[in-house]
């Protein structure tokens, strides 16, 4: 039952839930394009920068706390530049964040 321990495995599963959903969404619009014609040279250093807004979130925190932003970014070659607002849509209409979390 979800819940039980101290809502230790809920708060496992809504990390889990978090942590896929952002880095499914980053995959989907990533940047394909292959300007340099040479196909893939495994530069690292070539990242997806995503910029995200939303709330003060203790899931977040966790996230970023534990280092699990860090490894899946590194794995996943993409950098999450996070902004936490209570006003994340002043953000997104203000053109300095690319998704928005309500």
């Known amino acids: 039952m979800i819940g039980t321990r ?3 495995l809920s708060r496992k599963l809504l990390t889990g839930i978090a942590l896929v959903s952002v880095i499914a969404f980053v995959a989907a ?3 394909d394009d292959d300007d340099d014609g040479g196909g893939d040279t495994g530069n690292i250093e070539a ?3 995503i ?3 939303f709330a003060p979130d203790p899931v ?3 996230i970023v706390d534990s280092g699990i932003l860090e490894e899946k970014g590194v794995e996943a070659g993409i ?3 996070a902004f936490q607002s209570f ?3 002043g953000l997104f209409a203000g053109g300095n964040a690319d998704i928005l979390s309500t």
Request: one cysteine or more.
């Open 6 to 8: 101290g809502g230790r």
């Open 29 to 31: 619009c990533g940047d």
């Open 47 to 49: 990242q997806s920068v």
């Open 51 to 53: 910029r995200f807004a």
């Open 60 to 62: 977040w925190n966790y």
């Open 79 to 81: 950098d999450i530049n």
């Open 87 to 89: 006003d994340e849509f």
